[in-house]
């Protein structure tokens, strides 16, 4: 792409901090098509959402210049700049028609009034425009998925923009969507606007950028790629470049310390939700003490099989066996998987994991205390032990039983821990991660590293699920990778690097 | 504990609480200096069994509000509790019976509420985001077929007789001993070896020292106000000793994060709708005002009273934060308040009007929102 760039700093982040621990400053020329990487729980969207307006001016310190400005907080009054903000999933509204849904967000008034008619000829130009027909005059519930996302993605394309933020609102297109929508947002960039892009896969995503801002735990990291650099090279080294050191890790184990006996198996698990569906066909063995990984582009079935595993999809058809232990087990909810041996844990706390109103104490044995109770009294001196227990093995410091949760809130490293306590105490047979590093410390990431390791080694079963390549690839002895509901192949110990996990699932 | 972890820890909740006691207290010696009719025994006997009904009321409403549940039909279960005591009362079976036999009527009662209520709660964890509207309306339904069937005063009024029966001091003085026994034996099994085990020891201490100083000066206890503290006991245990009251905060707090924990939401919200039924049924059974097709707010006041306290006292509307301390104080807050507006005779718009003024301060400082 030939834009010409104009090296007046269009967006300036100056000092920009939302904890203590890391503060970013970087400025952005006019005409640029920046990708936003770093792992999962890095602050991506916490920062387009910071610079469009959506956070509060209360959750970070610091300064972002628009054109050499201080911009207020007000969303409304970026609009009216030229920054415009495209959330991960955009809003629609279902009881309203397509052109009503296509301005939601824009200010069409001029003294309260506007005319329905140039704004429904507007709307028709524009969605002629796209790949998918959509009549204006149709409410949003008679439209289907596809036609949904194409009119959200088409609200930026309705006036010439300056700043164009795009919070990997892309991870539903299919590559031929994609490739319209990349030449569609190419045209609004050689119109003048500028765009910063969470990218939300680096397998397809990369194409279109022409400068790389890494978030870390150390701030931001520019890189510019050659032009003439291959796409496979370039996410390769995207890949390295947002990963955390290798030594972290700890050292590879060989496969043949590992026991043979399998723990867990599942055998032709499907699940079928009325329209869709949601696990094809998944068959597994894991072995007792091993770390399975899960991987596979967003929206694939990574995630959806540990929360199938605890009764989130009840209502789906379900076929197949799932056995632990030699025995068949009967998941009816989340009770039942983990007084059977299962436990799973997320790493999206707040929504998943964390009670924000409780102490520590409860948070960590809330489930302990389910299972292990008398005529349905708590165990309290027990539930002290189990706490003082992990406390102390998992170096929790000065934090006590009856420490207000609020008081650890900012510490995800800390949470993490007692989180996975929370689980460990129960002695589970299978444990299950989700995403578990997400938004950690190097430090904590290293702790937990070292734990899970350590864990696999006294024989409990890990399955790791992680969209970062670099993890799956340090700590599994084998790797499942996902496309769509179904497994689209399981490389072993001697296939596992960085290069191949890529290479399956580009 | 040193000063400074101690007043760390001192929250804006616990500022609150304290606020809400000095207000009550201050309230209660203003009318004690001022009004004459407050200076018998039978007025203090009166403020305490309002008390004891607010606070049976406002126990029974916590529990879906603590559980996230939003419910407003505690109005309209209670206007048919009572009618339902009425129509008994004034059966021919219930002239001649024995006290085992009002017993068991009461316990029927509960069962009977319990089960009504355990279907609303299974309709509502159908339809969770629509609760208020669905418990506004059946509690209305409910309280408009209560006055329908509402049958006329009876010779004897409303309330049961047992409200305003005194417990000899002799016995609460023996339960006095048998609690603080209790006590430290329990505390010291659970804290034994550090020093916490004294706290909950002189708590009760002081607690029981000042009840026999006032039923020695009052000749005896209401059984409405006994009942009222075995309720609080009762209630305590349920949420902070048992596994259900733990799961009732989660769900209230996160129910998401409850749900990956094993805690069935619509099983839970049964169970908090059987206690809440039971605990209605039980404060209708002391209610002391008269109740008839002329006086039709008596449910809807004694809702609003409940609700208030509940909010003043610091149970949050988001649920999943508050505590039987916050109940305590909101009911002893709102009772006061209402007693202040009786002995200095207020007009009642006032009364009214700072209790909607409170309400709307308290979920200004909602402490799950300030907290979170």
């Known amino acids: ?506 | 504990m040193n000063e400074k972890s101690f007043v760390a820890n001192l929250g804006y909740y616990e500022i609150r609480k304290a606020f809400l006691v000095l207000a009550s207290i201050v309230m209660i010696i203003i009318i004690s200096a001022t009004s004459s009719s407050f200076q018998n025994i039978l007025a203090a006997q009166d403020f305490l069994n309002n008390l004891s009904l607010l606070l049976i009321l406002t126990m029974a409403i916590s529990l879906p509000f603590l559980a996230g549940i939003k419910d407003f039909s505690l109005g309209g279960w209670y206007v048919l509790a009572l009618c339902i005591i009425r129509l008994w009362r004034q059966s021919s079976w219930a002239v001649e019976a024995s006290l085992s036999l009002h017993i068991l009527f009461a316990i029927c009662l509960g069962i009977s509420l319990s089960i009504a209520l355990m279907l609303q709660a299974w309709l509502i964890s159908k339809r969770s985001k629509y609760s208020v509207p669905i418990s506004l309306s059946i509690g209305l339904l409910v309280g408009a077929l209560a006055f329908y069937k509402m049958p006329g005063l009876g010779p004897w009024g409303d309330a049961y007789a047992c409200v305003s029966w005194m417990v000899a001091p002799k016995y609460i003085f023996l339960f006095c001993v048998f609690a603080l026994i209790i006590t430290m034996v329990q505390s010291v099994r659970y804290f034994w070896p550090e020093l916490f085990w004294i706290r909950p020891v002189i708590a009760v201490w002081v607690a029981s020292a000042l009840l026999i100083f006032v039923v020695y000066e009052y000749g005896g206890l209401s059984l409405g106000s006994l009942l009222a503290f075995f309720v609080i006991m009762g209630v305590y245990f349920f949420l902070h000793h048992s596994i259900w009251g733990r799961a009732i905060f989660a769900m209230g707090g996160n129910p998401e994060a409850a749900r990956l924990c094993g805690i069935s939401l619509t099983r839970l919200s049964m169970v908090v709708f059987v206690v809440f039924g039971a605990l209605i049924a039980l404060g209708a059974l002391f209610e002391g005002r008269s109740i008839s097709n002329e006086n039709t707010y008596l449910g809807l006041e004694r809702h609003l009273d409940a609700f208030v306290a509940l909010m003043l006292g610091g149970v949050s509307y988001r649920g999943g934060y508050g505590s039987i301390g916050s109940v305590l104080t909101g009911a002893l807050f709102v009772s006061s308040l209402n007693l202040f507006q009786t002995h200095l005779a207020w007009p009642v718009f006032l009364l009214i009007a700072i209790k909607a003024l409170g309400v709307i301060l308290a979920i200004g400082f909602d402490p799950a929102h300030k907290e979170a």
């Open chain 1, 1 to 506: 792409m030939n834009i010409e760039i104009n090296k007046n700093a269009l967006l300036e982040l100056c000092d920009l901090q939302f904890d203590s621990r890391t503060s970013f400053s970087w400025k952005m020329e006019t005409g640029r098509c920046v990708g936003l990487v770093g792992l999962s729980g890095s602050g991506r969207s916490r920062l387009l959402k910071t610079i469009a307006g959506i956070e509060s001016r209360k959750t970070y310190k610091g300064k972002i210049l628009f054109e050499g400005k201080e911009i207020k907080t007000l969303a409304q009054q970026r609009q009216e700049c030229g920054i415009f903000y495209l959330p991960r999933d955009p809003a629609f509204v279902d009881r309203i028609q397509v052109w009503e849904n296509l301005f939601l967000s824009e200010n069409l008034s001029s003294e309260g009034f506007f005319s329905k008619n140039s704004i429904y000829r507007d709307a028709e130009k524009l969605l002629s425009r796209l790949p998918v027909e959509i009549e204006p005059s149709l409410y949003g519930f008679q439209l289907d998925e596809r036609q949904k996302l194409w009119l959200c993605l088409a609200r930026m394309f309705i006036r010439k923009r300056k700043l164009i933020l795009i919070d990997e609102s892309t991870h539903q297109l299919d590559a031929s969507d994609l490739k319209i929508f990349y030449a569609m947002l190419e045209n609004q960039i050689r119109d003048g606007a500028s765009v910063l892009f969470a990218i939300p896969n680096l397998v397809r995503d990369v194409g279109l950028c022409d400068q790389f801002v890494i978030l870390t735990q150390q701030g931001m990291k520019v890189w510019e790629p050659d032009d003439q650099e291959e796409s496979f090279t370039r996410q390769l080294r995207l890949e390295k470049l947002r990963n955390v050191d290798d030594h972290l890790f700890p050292p590879k184990r060989s496969v043949e310390s590992l026991s043979t006996e399998i723990q867990f198996e599942i055998k032709n698990l499907t699940y079928e939700s009325d329209d869709k569906i949601v696990l094809d066909h998944i068959n597994l063995q894991i072995r007792k003490g091993e770390i399975f990984g899960l991987t596979g582009k967003s929206q694939s079935g990574r995630v959806k099989l540990g929360l199938a595993l605890f009764g989130e999809y009840l209502s789906a058809y379900r076929f197949g066996k799932i056995i632990l232990n030699g025995k068949e087990i009967e998941i009816r909810d989340a009770f039942h998987a983990a007084k059977s041996g299962l436990a799973y844990m997320s790493g999206f706390r707040s929504h998943f994991g964390v009670f924000a109103n409780q102490s520590v104490g409860y948070n960590l044995d809330i489930i302990y205390s389910r299972i292990y109770h008398r005529w349905s009294l708590l165990p309290k001196r027990a539930l002290r032990n189990i706490f003082k227990h992990y406390a102390k093995i998992l170096r929790l410091g000065a934090i006590d039983y009856a420490t207000p949760w609020r008081r650890i809130k900012d510490d995800h490293d800390c949470i993490q821990k007692i989180l996975l306590a929370r689980w460990l105490a129960l002695h589970p047979k299978l444990l299950i991660l989700d995403d578990p590093a997400r938004g950690m410390s190097a430090s904590g990431r290293r702790e937990l590293y070292a734990l899970i390791r350590e864990l696999a080694d006294e024989g409990l079963s890990i399955i790791f699920t992680s969209s970062n390549l670099q993890e799956i690839s340090l700590l599994c002895d084998r790797v499942a990778i996902f496309e769509g509901p179904g497994i689209k192949e399981v490389l072993t110990s001697q296939n596992i690097d960085l290069k191949n996990i890529l290479g399956v699932v580009a």
